[in-house]
RNA sequence: GUCUCCGUAGUUAAAUGGAUAUAACAGCGCUCUCCUAAAGCGUAGUUGUGGGUUCGAUUCCCGCCGGGGAUACCA
């Protein structure tokens, strides 16, 4: 999951992929599953041929060091211009990722260099997200393993030539047919992932491996994965895609070359900012400012993130990811920070006797609205597997919502530090589980719960 | 053209085939001498369309309408 394409910018549409696998790592971990976090970096492809080549007529290494990714950028528009004259541009770049695959050591070396910039960038969106990886193992790492494959189709029958290139024919499967080698002999993205799963599978022995990868690739994974299941791997079908729904703008799709792009930093960092304004407005004591400002706005868009449906398309809109009323994450942290807020009021003592669960008169909570609470918070781990069968962290974001509500009845509804001793205890008893179910469930979802805010 | 996904209050969304379709936002009102008002309460408003299966359909099947995506040398 997440799975950037190095070289260009890390933009809002970024975010789903990297956010929902976040979180499925985190449920399947929670739930006692060994996990694996793999980037698979868009570190490969024709395209760095197209970078190179810039690099090569246009390039300039000072300005790559000070601004890596807008640099790259740049030359990689350039030659989409250039080429509208020059198209013998488009043949260099071909002949340069040739050259790459075949390890030629000067193409090698500015690649290498180009990624290690691109992945310092990458690297402080992740610090921001609170995201860390096992593996980056990208496109690239599995360049040396595809002949094998290729060679394995050709002795199974399965690759066709067709107009120079080599094909997989799914006709009678009702796919179209899949490209594995171009005519020119280099790779194509569908070769790699082959190349990928195999690999995964002799190297971890993976019981699922799982793909966080946008709905407009469903056919590539049905190609590939079905092309696994004709090489004989009995595997193939515990290779997953998981789908997800289309980020646009206002304006239209999001497009990096025509500047039509919402950069994840600076969406990370309005929302911090502007959590600041807020706590100042309300003027609360908070001992970390900055710290709380940045679990919050952060937090606030991760769980914007995941409450809908993943295969919903939606359109980014600023005012949306910045509003903190309603079913928000900021709701739930805050109903997380009363929580808290009533145990230091209620002191060690009670804490301590109500956390030990011993003696305690459960017949002094009888309340409507401490019953719905009670009920939701014993659902809550039949939800979490729930989630993890769909792949689905919006059933743990929505569930964490109705937790909060329902607590936030609870406090409105009952006097909770109250004179009668037992009574108190009780009450506490089941705010410490409510506080725990919440902070467990952002949790899952990647998310901080403040103390206070 | 073919395949595929989506269509629910003004808006954004919920709902393993089950009771009066559930929330939030935006409206309109109300509640801080009281444990954090980033809260709580009240109010009005919804299943694109035509069939079918079923005791029962937002959910499953077929047609239509509207929107997104995919459809071999990008990833």
């Given at each position: 999951y997440s799975s950037p394409n190095i070289a260009k910018p890390f933009h809002i549409g970024h975010i789903r992929s990297t956010v929902i696998g976040n979180s499925i790592y985190l449920i399947y971990d929670a739930l006692g599953y060994d996990t694996v976090r793999i980037n698979h970096l868009g570190d490969y492809g024709t395209q760095f041929g197209k970078m190179i080549c810039a690099y090569r007529h246009w390039g300039n290494k000072e300005d790559v060091i000070k601004e890596p990714i807008k640099t790259l950028l740049e030359y990689y528009t350039k030659f989409h211009v250039e080429v509208e004259t020059h198209p013998e541009l488009d043949d260099e770049a071909r002949e340069i990722f040739t050259k790459l695959e075949h390890g030629e050591k000067e193409e090698t070396e500015i690649w290498k260099w180009f990624r290690e910039e691109s992945l310092k960038e990458f690297t402080r969106v992740y610090d921001m997200l609170g995201i860390k990886f096992d593996s980056y193992a990208g496109e690239s790492f599995y360049s040396d393993k595809m002949p094998r494959f290729v060679e394995e189709l050709k002795e199974k029958n399965l690759l066709k030539e067709s107009e120079g290139a080599h094909i997989v024919d799914l006709e009678e499967y009702g796919m179209s047919p899949a490209l594995i080698t171009k005519s020119d002999g280099s790779t194509l993205y569908i070769t790699r992932d082959i190349a990928a799963a195999v690999y995964r599978k002799e190297h971890?022995?993976?019981y699922k491996n799982l793909y966080i990868v946008a709905s407009q690739q469903n056919l590539h994974f049905q190609q590939w994965i079905k092309i696994v299941e004709l090489l004989g791997y009995d595997w193939a079908h515990d290779c997953v895609h998981i789908p997800f729904g289309l980020v646009s703008l206002e304006d239209g799709t999001m497009s990096t070359r025509h500047g039509r792009v919402v950069f994840l930093e600076d969406v990370l960092n309005r929302a911090v900012e502007q959590t600041k304004e807020i706590i100042k407005e309300k003027n609360v004591n908070t001992d970390n400012i900055d710290q709380t400002a940045k679990d919050v706005g952060i937090g606030a868009v991760i769980f914007q993130e995941l409450s809908n449906n993943r295969i919903k398309d939606y359109v980014f809109k600023w005012d949306k990811v910045l509003n903190f009323d309603g079913e928000t994450g900021p709701y739930v942290q805050y109903t997380h920070a009363r929580a808290a807020s009533l145990l230091r009021n209620a002191g060690d003592a009670v804490v301590k006797k109500a956390t030990s669960l011993?003696?305690?008169?459960?017949?002094?909570?009888?309340?409507e609205s401490c019953y719905e609470l009670a009920k939701l918070l014993y659902k809550f781990p039949a939800v979490i597997e729930d989630a993890g069968e769909k792949y689905e962290p919006s059933i743990v974001t929505r569930h964490v919502v109705d937790m909060a509500q329902a607590f936030n009845r609870f406090y409105h509804d009952e006097h909770i530090l109250v004179d009668d001793e037992s009574e108190k205890v009780a009450k506490i008893a089941l705010v410490i589980a409510a506080k725990n179910a919440i902070a467990n469930g952002l949790a899952l979802l990647g998310i901080a719960a403040p103390e206070k805010m």
């Amino acid at each position: 999951y997440s799975s950037p394409n190095i070289a260009k910018p890390f933009h809002i549409g970024h975010i789903r992929s990297t956010v929902i696998g976040n979180s499925i790592y985190l449920i399947y971990d929670a739930l006692g599953y060994d996990t694996v976090r793999i980037n698979h970096l868009g570190d490969y492809g024709t395209q760095f041929g197209k970078m190179i080549c810039a690099y090569r007529h246009w390039g300039n290494k000072e300005d790559v060091i000070k601004e890596p990714i807008k640099t790259l950028l740049e030359y990689y528009t350039k030659f989409h211009v250039e080429v509208e004259t020059h198209p013998e541009l488009d043949d260099e770049a071909r002949e340069i990722f040739t050259k790459l695959e075949h390890g030629e050591k000067e193409e090698t070396e500015i690649w290498k260099w180009f990624r290690e910039e691109s992945l310092k960038e990458f690297t402080r969106v992740y610090d921001m997200l609170g995201i860390k990886f096992d593996s980056y193992a990208g496109e690239s790492f599995y360049s040396d393993k595809m002949p094998r494959f290729v060679e394995e189709l050709k002795e199974k029958n399965l690759l066709k030539e067709s107009e120079g290139a080599h094909i997989v024919d799914l006709e009678e499967y009702g796919m179209s047919p899949a490209l594995i080698t171009k005519s020119d002999g280099s790779t194509l993205y569908i070769t790699r992932d082959i190349a990928a799963a195999v690999y995964r599978k002799e190297h971890y022995n993976f019981y699922k491996n799982l793909y966080i990868v946008a709905s407009q690739q469903n056919l590539h994974f049905q190609q590939w994965i079905k092309i696994v299941e004709l090489l004989g791997y009995d595997w193939a079908h515990d290779c997953v895609h998981i789908p997800f729904g289309l980020v646009s703008l206002e304006d239209g799709t999001m497009s990096t070359r025509h500047g039509r792009v919402v950069f994840l930093e600076d969406v990370l960092n309005r929302a911090v900012e502007q959590t600041k304004e807020i706590i100042k407005e309300k003027n609360v004591n908070t001992d970390n400012i900055d710290q709380t400002a940045k679990d919050v706005g952060i937090g606030a868009v991760i769980f914007q993130e995941l409450s809908n449906n993943r295969i919903k398309d939606y359109v980014f809109k600023w005012d949306k990811v910045l509003n903190f009323d309603g079913e928000t994450g900021p709701y739930v942290q805050y109903t997380h920070a009363r929580a808290a807020s009533l145990l230091r009021n209620a002191g060690d003592a009670v804490v301590k006797k109500a956390t030990s669960l011993e003696g305690i008169d459960y017949s002094k909570i009888c309340g409507e609205s401490c019953y719905e609470l009670a009920k939701l918070l014993y659902k809550f781990p039949a939800v979490i597997e729930d989630a993890g069968e769909k792949y689905e962290p919006s059933i743990v974001t929505r569930h964490v919502v109705d937790m909060a509500q329902a607590f936030n009845r609870f406090y409105h509804d009952e006097h909770i530090l109250v004179d009668d001793e037992s009574e108190k205890v009780a009450k506490i008893a089941l705010v410490i589980a409510a506080k725990n179910a919440i902070a467990n469930g952002l949790a899952l979802l990647g998310i901080a719960a403040p103390e206070k805010m």
